[in-house]
């Protein structure tokens, strides 16, 4: 096993275990702190396929961007009410 497939491994790993979280996480700033890990462990991935330019497109546009916008209006609308933002569960269908 070289560099690249343990790498690649690991970065898999990250992305799978973030989004596994993310599904059953009830703070929604916990929630884009692991939805932006794994944005980066899949541009970690694409970088080792190759695909520098979706690499740096994932950073950037998601990541830097999109990510960014939905923390700081978090971070607005916690200031408001003055209690955190929570998701609660419904499992009707």
């Known amino acids: 096993m ?3 497939s343990i790498l690649f ?3 898999e790993a990250i992305a799978a275990l973030s989004s596994i979280a993310l599904i059953f996480i ?3 700033f916990h929630g884009a702190l692991l939805l932006i890990t794994c944005l980066l462990a899949l541009a970690g991935i694409y970088i080792i396929a190759f695909a ?3 690499a740096v497109t994932q950073i950037l546009v998601y990541a830097g961007g999109i990510l960014v916008v939905i923390i700081f ?3 607005l609308t916690t200031k408001l009410s003055g209690k955190p933002l929570m998701i609660e569960h419904v499992y009707g269908f």
Do not use: D, K, P, S
């Open 73 to 75: 209006g978090i971070m």
């Open 52 to 54: 520098e330019f979706l």
């Open 2 to 4: 070289n560099l690249t």
């Open 9 to 11: 491994y690991a970065f």
């Open 26 to 28: 009830r703070n929604v």
